[in-house]
């Protein structure tokens, strides 16, 4: 089946410590987006990378790192510069630029910082 | 930078009812695309309905139709014969041809169908 993959799917994490969240797809698609979103806010971009190997800032990037040497993979580290780190994380793809075409959605990992 | 509201955080409906979520959105561009995904409590996201900005006709997806403003710069989805499945958080988004796939969400409603 294609689809999305994120994990894990809970996630706990002690204050100053850096952890990595695994986004992967086999849709084939170009473009992969990272949000994360807190209750009565949305949905706020975090990072997004159009092709491997190239990456731009969201909205919120800070405290965030992204890669993308595979174009399956695009994984998020939260770093201990986020000032509060707790939230649901969602990882997205989209075939190409072609305005169009909708996100599909990863199931998403709740973090929470202890 | 283009912005989205919903102005209704949570709304309810009772099972068979018709609702009708409000969207505006913020841009000075003419050509975009917009959206309304769905949240349900398994926080899976899933694509309810698309506008192409260009199309004066409104979308509809089976129970699910919009109400297209172009000039008032609004987008509500109607749910007609709402079901209890329908019960999810209900996000209005927004691309424009210039942002290339980047979205912009609105802050959220919550959808309570009651039996």
């Known amino acids: 089946d294609g689809g999305i993959t994120q994990s894990p799917k809970y996630l706990f994490r002690k204050e100053g410590q850096n952890v990595t969240l695994s986004c992967e797809q086999n849709l084939n698609h170009d473009a992969m987006y990272w949000y994360r979103q807190d209750p009565g806010q949305g949905l706020r971009l975090i990072y997004y990378s159009q092709i491997v190997n190239d990456f731009q800032k969201g909205d919120i990037a800070e405290g965030y790192s992204v890669s993308r040497e ?45 | ?49 698309r506008q192409e900005a260009y199309k004066q006709q409104n979308a509809t997806e089976n129970r699910f139709s919009v109400n297209f403003q172009k000039a008032a710069k609004s987008f509500s989805l109607k749910i007609s014969d709402s079901q209890l499945g329908d019960t999810a958080m209900y996000f209005c988004a927004f691309r424009s041809e210039t942002s290339g796939s980047r979205l912009t969400f609105g802050e959220g ?5 009651n039996p």
């Open chain 2, 1 to 49: 930078a283009q912005t989205v509201t919903q102005s209704q955080p949570e709304m309810s409906v009772q099972e068979a009812e018709t609702v009708t979520l409000s969207c505006t959105y913020d841009t000075s561009e003419n050509n975009y695309y917009l959206f309304w995904y769905k949240q349900p409590p398994s926080r899976q996201m899933i694509l309810v309905i």
């Open chain 2, 109 to 113: 409603t919550q959808l309570t169908v």
């Open chain 1, 70 to 114: 595979k174009k399956e993979s695009f994984p998020l580290t939260v770093t201990s510069a986020q000032k509060n780190p707790t939230a649901f994380y969602l990882c997205a793809s989209v075939p190409d630029r072609s305005s169009y075409n909708e996100q599909f959605f990863g199931p998403g990992t709740r973090l929470t910082v202890l």
